[in-house]
């Protein structure tokens, strides 16, 4: 069975630094467009920062020059770096993936199952 697993949630001041981590388990044979977005209470789920399989990257306006999306040299693993958070970061982050999965390479979407990151002022 395929899966995303975050890893690096907690909680930090007002001005440190996280870095989440993403990694796929089960057959996967590689991954496309990986990307992490984020849900606050009683808000959209939105998205944060994305990684094209060729390096492009893309980042909500809120975040740029403050957090750093990169994939790892294990496939199908994607990190985000956060600097300078804000409390307004605050909220449940989201890995989500387009994986090639399964002995036959199919593509198929995936979201992790969230990881926590709470900013004190």
């Known amino acids: 069975q395929v899966q995303l697993v975050e890893s690096g949630g907690g909680l930090v001041q007002a001005g440190g630094s996280l870095r989440l981590s993403c990694a796929a388990s089960?057959?996967?044979?590689?991954?496309?467009?990986m990307g992490w977005y984020r849900q606050a209470p009683g808000k959209q789920r939105e998205l944060v920062a994305a990684?094209?399989?060729?390096?492009?990257?893309t980042y909500a306006d809120s975040v740029k020059g403050r957090f750093a999306i990169s994939r790892g040299n294990v496939k199908s693993t994607v990190y985000l770096q956060m600097h300078s958070l804000k409390p307004e970061d605050t909220a449940v982050y989201y890995c989500?993936?387009?994986?090639?999965?399964?002995?036959?390479?199919?593509?198929?979407?995936?979201w992790g199952q969230g990881t926590q990151v709470t900013v004190s002022s």
């Open positions: 989500n993936a387009e994986l090639i999965v399964g002995l036959r390479g199919s593509t198929s979407e995936y």
């Open positions: 089960g057959i996967v044979l590689g991954a496309h467009r």
């Open positions: 990684i094209a399989s060729g390096g492009d990257t």
